[in-house]
């Protein structure tokens, strides 16, 4: 499988490069290439592109026309090259959502009439997207390719390649396919979490661009075509926890989350937005319970209104917390996070794969861990764990799956204060008769690690702590290589570091966390 990333440039070097690093980090495992439409640029943009590796640049001929002829230039190169799949971005902005192309691509393999995915942007105010006649349709989104070959046919364009159609010069082409993806049998799916920050440059190139084109030209054009169009009704989401089921299905299969808190409430609605924005396979409905102390109040508050189910406990053990939890949840597949994790929107989706195909136990092996004196932090990747000797990579207990009646049969989780998952871990591994080769767990690190946060909390990461690069630590058997702060880590994800940022800042409001 593999994606083209499509967009136009000109004069614009310094976004162009944020807008390729957050591609980068956006597309997961996938197979891509990026596919640039330079219309001439001479800030240093094509010589700095002639040395980015999975690069194409496309050189525009001729006088600058608006964006629709670069798109379509850039389309034109995906159909010869028979992408799968194309995501169309512009070079003012730039993802935010770590994996976020392939938590698309993952839900368009799930759902075959999804023509395209469209990502959340901020460009009018709080993250939304935009609809034309009561159906969304997509400022930046992933196309399937034969949805876009479809649209290019029916606009007029034989070959496939004008998905844009080059009625218009700027504005309203976008617009245009999202209606006749409509009209042509597909739908424009809203990817929730999935975001995109519009920067809207107000430069040169779009000064340009509109003195070029008379005001409101585009947009007169699309409503004097498509003003009384009657599209089909999306299907209707009516709760982010009720998942739509397949035509003729009469019972849905359940999973439930289960969320550790303990008197940490901001961290706690981070954490529930993450899991809000998960992405589910169809046939499959969700629960999330909190476990808390009784006396914390404000957490029981926050879970309620993100319409979780709030669960106290006497206690501050998370075990205790985990199996009062355990106790009310009802779905066949347990999701396990504490409240400062923030997990991949792909979880769900590789959890359910994993326990379908017979896993009692599937999560995230090898995380690189910052662990010193000063410190200790899991970071965004795990490949950074010397081992002394031969040993298996550490896991992370609050970033696994479990088969809820294997947790049942072992009486759940146990109440020695951080060995929790440890115990539990080697008890399911007991269970494994001497005679059986099977391996009773799955490492989906290779798919989440890099979208999955977890902070641990206290003095390290809100304190920043000094941690020096290259400094080592003994961690049980292991050697851990110290790599510096988070803030100062090279390729720590930008967008990441900037929303855990935001977090730590005071007055800063919760909801401007991303949806890791």
């Not at 600058?64 to 159909?79: E, I, R, S």
Request: hydrophobic share 40%.
């Amino acid at each position: 499988m593999k994606v083209g990333v499509v967009f136009g440039t000109f004069n614009r070097l310094p976004l162009l490069q944020n807008a390729i690093a957050s591609v980068r980090t956006a597309v997961g495992d996938l197979d891509y290439q990026i596919i640039v439409v330079d219309g001439g640029s001479t800030d240093g943009s094509r010589q700095w592109l002639a040395k980015q590796p999975r690069v194409v640049t496309i050189l525009q001929e001729g006088p600058l026309t608006g964006a629709v002829k670069a798109f379509n230039l850039g389309f034109t190169y995906a159909v010869d090259e028979k992408f799968d799949y194309v995501c169309h971005l512009n070079d003012d902005a730039r993802f935010v959502t770590p994996g976020a192309i392939s938590a698309a691509i993952h839900l368009m393999e799930t759902k075959p009439k999804v023509g395209e995915v469209a990502f959340e942007f901020d460009l009018r105010g709080p993250w939304g997207f935009e609809h034309v006649n009561g159906v969304p349709y997509a400022n930046f989104g992933v196309i399937r390719m034969e949805a876009g070959l479809a649209v290019a046919k029916a606009q007029g364009d034989p070959t496939g390649r004008a998905w844009w159609n080059p009625i218009y010069r700027t504005y309203g082409a976008d617009t245009e396919f999202g209606v006749w993806l409509w009209k042509l049998g597909w739908t424009v799916y809203e990817g929730r979490g999935l975001r995109v920050h519009d920067v809207n440059a107000q430069d040169d190139l779009r000064t340009n661009n509109a003195s070029r084109l008379p005001k409101n030209t585009d947009s007169d054009l699309f409503w004097s075509r498509w003003r009384n169009e009657v599209l089909p009704p999306p299907i209707p989401r009516k709760s982010r926890h009720v998942r739509q089921l397949p035509v003729g299905a009469t019972m849905a299969r359940k999973a439930s989350w289960i969320v550790s808190s303990h008197f940490r409430p901001r961290l706690l609605e981070a954490c529930l937005l993450t899991l809000l924005d998960g992405v589910w396979p169809d046939g499959w409905i969700y629960e999330i319970v909190v476990g808390h102390h009784k006396d914390d109040e404000a957490s029981a508050t926050i879970a309620k209104k993100l319409g979780a189910v709030a669960v106290p406990t006497p206690g501050p053990n998370p075990g205790h917390k985990r199996n009062a939890a355990l106790k009310i949840a009802t779905g066949e597949l347990i999701l396990v996070t504490d409240d400062d994790d923030f997990q991949s929107p792909l979880r769900p989706q590789l959890a359910i794969d994993a326990h379908e195909r017979g896993w009692p136990l599937s999560g995230i092996r090898e995380f690189r861990r910052l662990h010193l004196p000063e410190g200790n932090v899991v970071r965004w990747c795990g490949r950074g764990v010397h081992e002394t000797i031969d040993l298996p990579p550490v896991y992370c207990g609050t970033a696994r799956n479990y088969r809820r009646d294997l947790l049942v049969k072992l009486g759940g989780w146990s109440s020695m204060p951080s060995l929790e998952d440890s115990d539990l871990h080697r008890r399911i591994l007991r269970r494994k008769t001497a005679t059986s080769s099977k391996r009773r767990e799955l490492d989906l690190g290779s798919e989440l690690a890099d979208t999955t946060i977890i902070l641990q909390h206290g003095g390290n990461i809100f304190e920043r702590p000094q941690v020096p690069a290259g400094a080592t630590t003994v961690f049980g058997k292991y050697i851990c290589t110290g790599e510096g702060h988070w803030s100062t880590v090279p390729n720590f994800p930008r967008a990441v570091a900037e929303r855990l940022g935001d977090l730590i800042r005071d007055n800063a409001p919760v909801r401007s966390v991303a949806r890791f």
